[in-house]
Each structure stands twice: as C-alpha cells, then as structure tokens.
C-alpha cells in the first residue's frame, strides 16, 4: 500500500461508507448527544474507508471520536495517523484537544500514551442491557 497520510475531508453521516466502517468498532458513536463532529480525519483506500477520526467542536476545545479502523487494516498505525493529524489540525484551531476511552482499551491507551495524551480522569465504564421483560407505559 505504501506509507499512509491522512486528509481532512467532509463526509456526511449517513455516508454508507463510514457507517460501514463504523460497524467494525461497537463504541463508536459519530453523532453523540444528538451533535454531529465537526470534521472527519480518514485514510482511504480504493474508494473504501480504512481509518477515521472525527473532531468535534466542545467549548473552546476539540474532542477527538469515533477513531475506528477497518479490522483487516489494524496493526499498521493507521489509527495513530489519522489521530495524529486530528490532533495537529485541532490544537492549531485551540487550545486543547482532549478524547475519551473505554476503560478496557489498553491497545487504544497505549496509543494515545505515545501520541502525547495524558490521562487527567479515569472511571471505570460498562455497557448495560434493557431489561426484556420493561413496563409498559399505560
């Protein structure tokens, strides 16, 4: 494939090829609290979506999301590309960028360690399931 670089590009969130990126990570979420990010970060191939990472305006910040890569293209960096090049582009528009993590994702952790993220919070998450048997609102 050659040496990967990651673009800013505009895509919409109903782009067919992003959310079938999006497929390949079960915490992704591009459209949080009903607000969409700001821009996309992303390496492509033959048309296809290998790697993104949006950018989401909050306050005087940008908050890094949605970093998913397409599973056969994991273990080449391109996650640390494409979260690099958010982060540059993020920290010339303000004065901090910041992201959050699944506790679990030591992979994910590491990456953010090298790339010069710090840990200022840490709190343990979990995923819960509605109950089947809900009451119905009468």
Known sequence: VGEESAEEFEIDH???????LLAHSPTASHERDGQRPAMW????????????????????????QSVVTHTDARGRGLSSTVC????TWGLRHAPVVCLGMMSD???AERMYTRLGYTCEKRWQSARFEPKSDSVDSK
């Open 14 to 20: 109903h782009d067919p090829r992003l959310l079938a």
């Open 105 to 107: 994702n030591s992979v």
């Open 41 to 64: 970060f992303g390496i492509e191939q033959a048309g296809e979506l290998l790697s993104v990472a949006a950018l989401k305006k909050v306050g005087d910040s940008y908050d890094i």
């Open 84 to 87: 690099s090049h958010a982060t």
